[in-house]
């Protein structure tokens, strides 16, 4: 036999080795597989409960509060800016005063009217003494004979009591305005909270009134938007993952506040339902703690796991006796009874308000066979 042939018969016998010992290999674990069922004496099929699907949101990172601030001419004219360009100011910082020429002019001339007035009242209390005093000089004294006050007295006290009155009803009403004005010859606006200062320009072309002033607060939040068939599946101080588009980096947040109204211009036609309807979006504010390196208008995508919903199984895994519902789960490979509470959903699921949870694989099928403790092949699972 040549060197050749030789070769080549040791190849063949290696190729057969090789080929017999994946023939032995297959039937050992056929029959582990097939002595498994025979042990548990059952057919079966298995179910694992699936995750519940990621909510997900679009938006951007915008301050937490800015306000816009407008000349308003019915406060007068603006008399000092306070503040400067980029500056930084505390709540309730005075940003700008005006000046109202017409309420001074109006307070000063209602000073003088009630300066007047105090000085006729003086006037009028002094004559209605002297009148009192005739009076008083003729009551009857001692054995002297009475003398009744002239008829012309009696009228003149009235009189004068009467505009005393009078006067007093000017008074009271002039103050009355003057309260009113006071505090509107100069008003002050300030800041409603803490932010940077941005002196306003000309406004654009169109632009009905140029902006003043405006006041931003350094801190950055999230703004997404949420469709409507997703609205009930999020809710607040729920953790969000966000991921910035700008910088690519992840960072988790908290929901702060969904809102109840339709955003303006937030209808889009979602293409996953296959109907091309038109799903109107809410907004959703979410707390961010971890800010550096961050900036307004930088836009992010937001993933939320809902925790409100109830896993599912199908109904032909309950198992139902006198002391409730029950399914057989599969631990370390062997077949436990797990007590469930559940509830109706449609014809071939239930959802399930305890006992389970998404992960865990369940008896799908063929459970009046299984026995606790039943060793189960989870190699057959199929959803």
């Known amino acids: 036999m040549t060197n050749k042939q030789k070769k080549i018969m040791v190849s063949v016998i290696v190729v057969f080795s090789f080929v017999w010992a994946g023939l032995i290999g297959w039937k050992v674990l056929s029959e582990k597989k097939a002595e498994a069922q025979q042990e548990s004496g059952a057919q079966y099929s ?3 409960i699936p995750s519940f699907p ?9 301050h937490t509060q800015k306000e816009n601030f407008y000349p308003d001419a019915s406060r007068g004219l603006i008399d000092k800016i306070n503040v400067t360009d980029q500056q930084a100011v505390e709540k309730d910082q005075v940003l700008y005063t005006y000046k109202n020429e017409q309420a001074i002019e109006q307070y000063e001339d ?8 105090v000085e006729t009242q003086k006037q009028l209390k002094k004559q209605l003494a002297k009148a009192s005093s005739v009076q008083i000089a003729t009551t009857p004294v001692g054995d002297e004979p009475f003398m009744s006050p002239s008829d012309n007295t009696e009228e003149m006290k ?14 009271k009403r002039l103050n009355v305005q003057l309260n009113n004005l006071n505090g509107k010859q100069y008003s002050s606006v300030t800041a409603p909270f803490p932010g ?7 406004g654009n072309e169109g632009e009905q009134e140029p902006i003043l002033l405006s006041l931003t607060a350094p801190a950055l939040q999230v703004v997404a938007y949420v469709s409507e068939k997703d609205r009930q599946r999020i809710h607040k101080d729920q953790l969000a993952t966000i991921l910035i588009y700008g910088t690519g980096q992840e960072i988790e947040g908290k929901i702060r506040e969904i809102g ?4 303006q211009g937030s209808l889009s036609t979602s293409g996953t339902q296959g109907t ?3 799903l109107s979006q809410y907004p959703v504010y979410i707390d961010i703690p971890q800010q550096e390196g961050l900036y307004a208008g930088y836009h992010i995508q937001g993933t939320v796991i809902p925790d409100n919903e109830l896993p599912k199984i199908p109904k032909t895994s309950i198992i139902t006796v006198d002391s409730g519902s029950y399914v057989w789960e599969v631990v370390d490979g062997k077949a436990k009874r797990t007590q469930v509470d559940i509830q109706d959903w449609n014809v071939k699921y239930v959802l399930v308000k305890s006992g389970l949870r998404p992960g865990q694989i369940i008896i799908r099928e063929g459970v ?4 606790e403790g039943d060793k189960i092949d989870i190699s057959s699972l199929k959803n």
Do not use: H, W
């Not at 990621?54 to 915008?62: I, T």
């Not at 209602?110 to 007035?117: D, M, N, P, V």
């Not at 940077?196 to 000309?202: E, N, P």
């Not at 109840?260 to 955003?263: G, Q, T, W």
């Open 158 to 171: 009235n009189t004068i009591t009467s505009q005393i009155n009078e006067n007093a009803s000017q008074q």
């Open 276 to 278: 091309g309807a038109n």
């Open 110 to 117: 209602l000073k003088i009217q009630l300066e007047s007035l």
């Open 196 to 202: 940077i200062v941005s002196i306003g320009k000309s």
């Open 368 to 371: 009046n066979d299984i026995k």
């Open 54 to 62: 990621k909510v997900f949101l679009e938006g951007d990172l915008q």
């Open 46 to 48: 298995l179910y694992s």
């Open 260 to 263: 109840d109204f339709v955003s």
